[in-house]
């Protein structure tokens, strides 16, 4: 399971937000030296690939986890044909929509080992945030961009006192672990400014 599994969207919009997620296991080979090595490999490889956003460099030395996020299947494609090629023995997760990475894993001849899917929200939720503020707020996985700061943006936006690419930028620091879609975040924020017009 991930912590990048519960992000909410449409297709069209989920199409262009795919994570990668490099894990040693604690424990096992965390601490090998060798295989830290290949662990900080797979991070120039996702580096390479121009991610969205990854986790800062500084932090692979001392995290069993590296990821990064991208808005292009092709560039997912890409980075697993090297990462193939590369034989690093790295757990490697990809979150996105299933169909598309079940497509490019076919193509390059990988099997998905697992699928895990995400069974939606229970419980009362019409105390939940508006929808397309969700999109936002469910890309950060530890839940670190919450619905009050989005508000806050949007409001701010609205008023000219901030760009909407300033608003997602500034929405993106508060998720250290690289995952936060800034892209997707500017273009989300867009279609709620278009629904006040």
């Not at 800062?56 to 494609?77: H, L, M, N, P, T």
């Not at 193509?107 to 929808?131: A, C, D, N, Q």
Request: one cysteine or more.
């Amino acid at each position: 399971m991930t912590h990048s599994l519960h992000r909410k969207g449409t297709i069209e919009n989920l199409n262009s937000d795919y994570v990668i997620i490099a894990m040693l296991a604690a424990g096992y080979n965390d601490k090998i030296p060798s295989i830290k090595k290949n662990h900080f490999r797979v991070g120039e490889i996702l580096e390479k690939h121009g991610p969205v956003n990854i986790l800062r460099k500084a932090g692979w030395g001392i995290s069993s986890v590296i990821q990064a996020c991208f808005d292009d299947i092709e560039k997912v494609k890409n980075i697993l044909i090297e990462l193939k090629k590369e034989e690093l023995g790295i757990s490697i997760v990809v979150s996105g929509l299933v169909s598309e990475i079940k497509k490019i894993t076919t193509e390059i001849g990988l099997t998905m080992h697992t699928v895990h899917l995400s069974l939606g929200e229970f419980g009362k939720k019409s105390e939940l945030p508006l929808e397309k503020v969700l999109e936002i707020t469910t890309m950060c996985g530890h839940h670190c961009v919450s619905s009050q700061s989005v508000e806050y943006y949007i409001e701010n936006i609205k008023k000219g006192k901030i760009t909407i690419e300033k608003a997602a930028e500034n929405l993106t620091k508060p998720c250290v672990c690289g995952i936060f879609n800034t892209k997707r975040a500017m273009n989300i924020l867009k279609s709620i400014l278009e629904d006040y017009k």
